[in-house]
């Protein structure tokens, strides 16, 4: 490999920044260079789109599918890095972190964006695991940030769930070596994901079986599929406002990709069983437990978090339903999760620093108070609970239409999980929203540039997506078969 | 001979699950460590043993970390962060430690029925580790879920990935990832001794996570 080379930048960037970043003094600093780091790399993954591929080796791949979550990844990792550089220093003002607290912060956050970027890149399935396993330790650590009670409860859950998530997909990954190593070989051939493809037909269907309940269960710990998902509401509750509009945004998402990498292995293998059903189910629990347990949220972070646990059901369903149409669907329902799920993050985020609080309770008439928040704040809402004419609901359309057309018994399920959450989410949001406006008035400092980029991008995803991009994830969908 | 190698190699997986199971009904913080330290040095026996059956130098490596950190740094550690905790006291399972000893029966049964079956075919010698490995990562699940004391729960994880180690070496020729996740496991080990339990003590008395469990966070 000779010159520019995309796929090394998008990982260098962050590694070496993580590493600067943790030794540089003054926060001001550090979070411009945050920022500077995440340009680098979206600018980087954005350039995956135009030079040529390199050929797959044992440990990196760059394909059509693992592209689109790069660029995801990377575009909302550097909104998310402009926000925060605005919103932390209001922390520290309140005297909820200390200077030496942001700059393990700072690296942090590029710790977790090169262990996304690793296991999108990674085309080894030990690979894949470590990376998953580095980001889901960097959250870890950020998440308990604040040190309070709640906290370090928040973080201990998410540690003691996250690791044994982690440990059956290891189990997992060790079955499918097995499976793999009579036909293949030994040493790293049978772990690189381009033979196992390959090669999956001739594996023993019995261990494939076992080893996707693994994975499965394991990835799906992290995905937050219930009744996996304890960890997923406290996670998102208690750490920096940042790092809940990642978690929803981005690490579910590279949970999710793990999941599909092995669907498609096992897609191959006509013997063992077919892995759509489970993830049919999967989602569907997922999809109606949430929409239930948004009714009783006290936490406007908890709401959100919620949501992100009906939105990923939402996900994992229409991929399991697989087809170009409903895989089609589920891509375009990631994406704009991604944008939107931190959207609304963002705006929560400065009505939390105006407020001071997280309550519901306690938040009143935004749209009169603040009118430049409170109505992003409804757009959003809108948007994620599928109104037209934002992106969601184009996508939550084509998941329930593809449905009906192939499987009317499931879809009515479906259709009633996304009406609870509607439902809910505009009770909860009317209050918010509108009423008589209560508690401290002020403004908040932080940057909205994110916020209405993010609306943006979803509103135009609904109105009109540009053709390349069309074309683009149709390519995807039918790989992904 | 043949047969010896395999009845050796099947001792050593089969005391890694025996130590799993006397780890279930220590009732002190410090005999569990010192469980969970011998359970360390049957694994380094067992990972050896296999390095010496399929020929792998590498595999010593990880005998010979599995017996320095597990056996030796991370004991040695824990009973350092117990002493200056002063938290010697006993430790409340959640389940009567007849009812655990049952649910690990159980879970080995079901381990080797599985197993056994699933991977028919495989390489006799694989196969039976795999089974060990899948009992010995169930228990450890269980030690977690029983134990409400952080300390224990660490340790339940340490097992419960001592028993992935035993399955990837088992995996004939499996590469790199023997060495990753064993250092993987000293970052787990070291980031919850450091982090977790630092913290946990800055502000609480108690390492008991119970301590945590009042807060729901949806109580208004």
């Known amino acids: 490999m000779t010159g520019f080379d995309p796929v090394v930048i998008v990982l260098i960037a962050p590694a070496f920044s993580a590493l600067l970043l943790a030794l540089l003094p003054g926060y001001v600093l550090t979070s411009r260079l945050n920022v500077l780091a995440s340009l680098v790399s979206l600018v980087a993954a954005f350039s995956l789109f135009g030079v040529e591929r390199p050929a797959p080796g044992p440990y990196l791949i760059v394909d059509d599918l693992n592209i689109v979550f790069i660029a995801l990844n990377c575009f909302v990792g550097f909104t998310t890095s402009v926000f925060s550089a605005s919103y932390i220093a209001h922390e520290l003002e309140t005297g909820k972190l200390t200077p030496a607290y942001l700059r393990f912060y700072h ?3 590029q710790a977790m964006m090169f262990g996304m970027n690793l296991a999108f890149v990674s085309n080894n399935i030990g690979l894949m695991w470590v990376a998953v396993e580095l980001a889901t ?18 973080a201990w859950k998410y540690f003691i769930l996250g690791s044994v998530g982690i440990a059956l997909a290891l189990f997992g990954t060790i079955l499918v070596y097995m499976a793999a190593q009579p036909v293949i070989g030994e040493g790293i051939e049978a772990m690189t994901w381009t033979n196992l493809v390959a090669r999956a037909d001739a594996f023993d269907p019995a261990l494939l079986n076992v080893a996707f309940v693994f994975l499965m269960l394991g990835y799906g710990t992290k995905v937050g599929l219930a009744p996996l998902h304890a960890w997923l509401p406290d996670a998102h509750a208690e750490g920096p406002t940042p790092i809940s509009a990642v978690l929803s ?4 998402n590279v949970a999710l990709f793990a999941v599909l990498r092995f669907k498609m292995m096992m897609a191959v293998n006509t013997e063992a069983i077919p892995p759509g059903p489970l993830m049919v189910t999967l989602g569907l629990v997922s999809l109606i437990f949430a929409a239930f347990m948004l009714y009783r949220r ?22 399991g339903m697989g087809g170009p149409l409903a895989n089609f669907a589920g891509l375009l329902h990631m994406t704009m999760h991604s944008l939107t799920k931190s959207a609304i993050f963002f705006a929560v985020g400065h009505i939390a620093q105006i407020k001071g609080t997280q309550k519901i309770a306690d938040l009143r008439g935004l749209t009169e108070s603040h009118p430049a928040l409170g109505w992003a704040l409804v757009a959003g809402v809108a948007a994620i609970a599928g109104l037209p004419p934002f992106g969601v609901f184009m996508s939550e359309f084509l998941v329930v239409t593809s449905t009906f ?22 009770l909860r949001l009317t209050g918010v929203a509108f009423g008589k406006p209560v508690g401290p008035m002020g403004v908040s400092h932080a940057s909205y540039a994110p916020l209405y980029a993010h609306l943006a991008l979803v509103l135009m995803a609904g109105i009109w997506l540009p053709p390349p991009l069309v074309t683009w994830f149709q390519n995807v969908a039918a790989l992904l078969g | 001979m043949e047969r010896l190698v395999l009845d050796i190699a099947h001792i050593l997986a089969g005391g890694l699950v025996l130590v799993s199971i006397a780890m279930l009904y220590q009732d002190r913080l410090t005999s569990m460590i010192n469980v969970f330290a011998a359970h360390a040095i049957v694994l380094s026996m067992a990972v050896a043993w296999q390095a010496w059956l399929q020929d792998a130098p590498h595999l010593y490596w990880t005998a010979l970390i599995a017996i320095v950190f597990k056996a030796i740094v991370i004991p040695v550690g824990l009973h350092r962060i117990v002493r200056r905790l002063g938290i010697h006291r006993d430790i409340e399972a959640a389940l009567s430690t007849g009812l655990t000893m049952m649910a690990a029966m159980g879970l080995v049964a079901l381990s080797m029925a599985l197993m056994l079956d699933v991977a028919a075919e495989a390489d006799p010698l694989a196969r039976e580790d795999l089974a060990f490995a899948l009992a010995i990562v169930l228990i450890g699940l269980l030690v977690m879920v029983t134990r409400r004391n952080a300390v224990s729960q660490v340790i339940g994880f340490m097992s419960l990935e001592n028993g992935l180690i035993l399955a990837a070496t088992a995996a004939k020729g499996m590469p790199l990832v023997v060495e990753i996740s064993v250092a993987f496991s000293v970052l787990v080990a070291f980031i919850v001794i450091g982090v977790f339990l630092f913290r946990i003590r800055e502000r609480f008395d108690s390492v008991d996570i119970s301590a945590l469990d009042d807060y729901r966070g949806e109580r208004q």
Do not use: C, N, Q
Not at chain 1, 411 to 426: M, N
């Open chain 1, 107 to 109: 690296g942090m956050y």
């Open chain 1, 137 to 154: 330790l960097s959250t870890v650590v950020m998440v308990g940030l604040y040190r309070t009670h709640e906290a370090l409860e928040a």
């Open chain 1, 405 to 426: 057309a192939r499987a009317p018994l499931i879809a009515v399920p479906l259709a009633f999980g996304l009406l609870i959450a509607f439902g809910a989410l505009f």
């Open chain 1, 249 to 252: 945004g981005l690490l579910l």
């Open chain 1, 298 to 319: 006290g936490d406007i972070k908890r709401l959100f978090a919620y949501s992100s646990i009906e939105h990923m059901g939402i996900i994992v369903f229409a991929f």
